[in-house]
């Protein structure tokens, strides 16, 4: 049997906070191992206990989710930390900057109790939370936000194959229609993208999404 998914809940209500753990750690497969009510106590938590997710509300004292996100996971973070936002605010704005900030996922605290569950078991997994279409939705809309990198396309070290996925990524489209498009099997599509990801230094679709904007990839 393998250890469980380790879990911090970042939260300043005590009742939410008392909730999420109390939800969590009805799992087998999870456990929380620290609470914490600011995001400066998370960040310290975190970075103490090293777990495998960290479940953070965006509004909170001493420091906010958004900025905690971005010390624990954020680019430039050498032991990056996954970080699932959840929270009471619906804004594409909130969502865009959450995931800019690095965390894995995001979702809304008024979600079924199996939807938080679903969500820290996919992050702690490795992948996105959002779909790849609500991916490209928050993600265009800011697009103007995003800082151009420099360089251009002939820079990428990707082969023509993998610059095709990646677009198709961008475009929010799921490995099945991805493979559907290109005519290769979803097996192999699973291999392009975990290549896509090794080399550009990437931690899953919603960063590959972010890359392919901010290199002119899409438009």
Same mark, same amino acid.
């Given at each position: 049997?393998?250890?469980? #998914?380790?879990? %911090?809940?970042?939260?300043?209500? $005590?009742?939410?906070?008392?909730?999420?753990?109390?939800?969590?750690?009805?799992?087998?497969?999870?456990?929380?191992? &620290?609470?914490?009510?600011?995001?400066?106590?998370?960040?310290?938590?975190?970075?103490?206990?090293?777990?495998? %997710?960290? #479940?953070?509300?965006? +509004?909170?004292?001493?420091?906010?989710?958004?900025?905690?996100?971005?010390?624990?996971?954020?680019?430039?973070? @050498?032991?990056?930390?996954?970080?699932?936002?959840?929270?009471?605010?619906?804004?594409?704005?909130?969502?865009?900057?959450?995931? +800019?900030?690095?965390?894995?996922?995001?979702?809304?605290?008024?979600?079924?109790?199996?939807?938080?569950?679903?969500?820290?078991?996919?992050?702690?997994?490795? $992948?996105?939370?959002?779909?790849? !279409?609500?991916?490209?939705?928050? %993600? &265009?809309?800011?697009?103007?936000?995003?800082?151009?990198?420099?360089?251009?396309?002939?820079?990428?070290?990707?082969?023509?194959?993998?610059? @095709?996925?990646?677009?198709?990524? $961008?475009?929010?489209?799921?490995?099945?229609?991805?493979?559907?498009?290109? #005519?290769?099997?979803?097996?192999?599509?699973?291999?392009?993208?975990?290549?896509?990801?090794?080399?550009?230094?990437?931690? !899953?679709?919603?960063?590959? #999404? %972010?890359?392919?904007?901010?290199?002119?990839?899409?438009?």
């Amino acid at each position: 049997m393998s250890a469980p #998914v380790r879990v %911090v809940i970042c939260d300043d209500q $005590a009742l939410i906070r008392t909730g999420l753990t109390t939800i969590v750690d009805a799992q087998p497969d999870l456990e929380v191992v &620290g609470e914490c009510g600011d995001g400066q106590a998370g960040v310290d938590l975190a970075r103490e206990l090293r777990p495998d %997710v960290v #479940v953070m509300d965006i +509004r909170m004292p001493v420091l906010d989710g958004l900025e905690a996100t971005r010390l624990l996971a954020g680019a430039g973070v @050498e032991h990056p930390v996954k970080v699932l936002v959840v929270t009471t605010f619906n804004l594409d704005e909130y969502v865009y900057e959450a995931l +800019r900030a690095g965390a894995s996922g995001f979702l809304l605290k008024d979600a079924p109790p199996d939807r938080l569950l679903h969500g820290i078991r996919t992050v702690a997994m490795g $992948a996105a939370l959002l779909d790849p !279409d609500v991916t490209r939705r928050l %993600v &265009g809309r800011y697009a103007a936000r995003i800082r151009p990198a420099e360089g251009t396309a002939q820079d990428i070290p990707l082969t023509p194959r993998e610059m @095709e996925v990646l677009r198709l990524i $961008a475009d929010g489209l799921s490995n099945s229609e991805i493979a559907a498009a290109l #005519v290769i099997s979803p097996e192999t599509v699973k291999t392009f993208v975990s290549r896509i990801l090794t080399k550009l230094d990437l931690r !899953d679709r919603v960063q590959a #999404v %972010v890359f392919a904007y901010r290199h002119g990839l899409v438009a």
